[in-house]
């Protein structure tokens, strides 16, 4: 649902203007005064912030100022309500980055049009509405399964040389996880279905490794200004989310800043594990790679689809002869404890994506990088019972018939365990439905029209 702050010392205003807005489909958070109203817009993040100009706590052009300076709340409408009619008040406080300015007395039932008219295109939801649900069958696609870097060219172009980007469509909505360079080519297909009409994306990242997200900035819904992209994702070690994508447009590296996207991009920093979205249910799960990285779980009305682009499983212990010293102990006992959670965590799940990096004599010189073990990873899938694994983040070295040898042998290895484990390749273009074992795949000629 969306919000609007409401900041004004008047009591009795702030009732009012909270039942109308209430009843027109927004959630109503209230502040009366300055400084507590600018805690709660970083904290909450609302579309719209309506200001009183002259109240305690800091007055309206020093709110106006405080929120202005904050990246997370560039694309917030602000409109300061106030009774004094001076000119000179109102050009100041569209000069403090004020949207709008109303005067005193104004009847109460106008400000839900001046809302529709600083947010064009994008309605309230009504309380407690889900998005519109058809049960038409959801659906995922591959529009980048390349790890590390792109590799184009002749040698990857029946699998794919773009990185990470997967593509679903679940209960009404339009969900990405990953932004690496194949969120180009959504962007474009994005632009062409949807002929002008407001886009809303909700992307959620794995981690901030650059090929997850070096094709934010070339995703074309970015320069509509009646588009909505929210991003979510977890903090990282030493930069918060909003400061990564922020300084990868930084100039010189790119001629256009964040902040200057026309869209509405929201920037969310996960805190919880579970993120519900209407009717579908997104859950994360921490991987095993360097950094604050997750993996995802999306649950829909027709199944269920796991994403771990970036995961080493700790499989591999098993490897390793019996512990010789104490520390050994303790780490292998933590490896087990580890390998229980993610179990739990996929176990019933019906397509798994996950990182198949190396063959096994690939791995032995990577232990501990951060990626999979083709073995690991198939034992890992027929342990947790998944229908449908996708072998994905394809090694930047692998070209087209490596990729289908390691494919063969992923077959084979359930062939040999007399498993029902379906595997394939993660291919850009290709397209699943959920619950259903066979993909319904676009020509590949059709695809690269859009490269």
């Known amino acids: 649902m969306r919000q609007v702050l409401i900041i004004d010392d008047d009591r009795d205003l702030r009732r009012g203007l909270g039942e109308i807005l209430s009843a027109d489909g927004w959630k109503v958070l209230e502040a009366d005064n300055g400084t507590l109203g600018v805690s709660l817009a970083r904290l909450h993040r609302p579309e719209v912030v309506l200001c009183d100009l002259l109240m305690p706590g800091g007055n309206g052009f020093q709110v106006c100022h405080s929120l202005r300076a904050d990246p997370a709340l560039r694309t917030t409408k602000i409109v300061v309500i106030t009774g004094r009619q001076f000119g000179t008040d109102r050009q100041a406080a569209l000069d403090a980055g004020a949207d709008e300015y109303v005067a005193k007395p104004f009847e109460l039932q106008s400000i839900c049009g001046t809302l529709a008219r600083l947010l064009p295109g994008v309605a309230p939801e009504p309380p407690h509405a889900l998005p519109e649900l058809e049960r038409t069958p959801s659906t995922f696609r591959f529009w980048g399964v390349r790890g590390s870097i792109p590799t184009p060219g002749p040698s990857t172009v029946q699998i794919g040389g773009n990185t990470t980007c997967l593509e679903v469509r679940a209960g009404g909505q339009i969900i990405v996880f990953d932004a690496g360079t194949g969120m180009r080519l959504l962007g474009k297909r994005l632009s062409e279905e949807f002929h002008g009409q407001p886009i809303h994306v909700t992307v959620f990242l794995t981690h901030t490794h650059w090929d997850h997200i070096h094709g934010l900035p070339f995703f074309s819904p970015v320069y509509s200004p009646h588009n909505r992209i929210r991003i979510l994702g977890f903090e990282g070690a030493r930069n918060s989310l909003q400061n990564v994508l922020s300084s990868q447009m930084e100039r010189p590296f790119f ?18 594990m579970s993120i519900p979205m209407g009717e579908v249910q997104v859950t994360a799960c921490f991987a095993n790679h360097p950094g604050i990285t997750v993996g995802y779980k999306l649950t829909a009305h027709d199944g269920s689809l796991a994403f771990f682009p970036d995961n080493e ?12 010293s104490e520390a050994e102990s303790s780490r292998l006992a933590f490896a ?5 959670r993610l179990v739990e965590f996929l176990h019933g799940t019906e397509a798994l994506v996950m990182d198949t990096q190396y063959d096994a004599e690939e791995y032995t010189s990577h232990i501990g990088w951060g ?15 998944i229908k449908h694994l996708f072998m994905f983040h394809h090694d930047p070295e692998h070209d087209d018939a490596r990729l289908l ?15 029902t484990l379906q595997v394939d390749l993660a291919r850009e273009g290709d397209v699943f439905r959920f619950g259903e074992g066979a993909p319904k795949c676009e020509p590949l000629s059709e695809l690269r029209a859009h490269t």
């Open 336 to 340: 087990q404890a580890e390998e229980s």
């Open 405 to 419: 040898g390691m494919l063969d042998y992923a077959r084979k290895i359930v062939t040999d365990r007399q498993g």
């Open 313 to 324: 499983p700790y499989l591999s212990y098993r490897r390793v002869p019996r512990p010789a």
């Open 371 to 385: 990626h999979g073990c083709l073995d690991d990873v198939v034992e890992l899938a027929m342990k947790c019972g």
């Open 255 to 272: 001629p256009i800043n964040l902040i200057e996207l026309p869209a509405a991009v929201e920037i969310e920093e996960l805190k919880e």
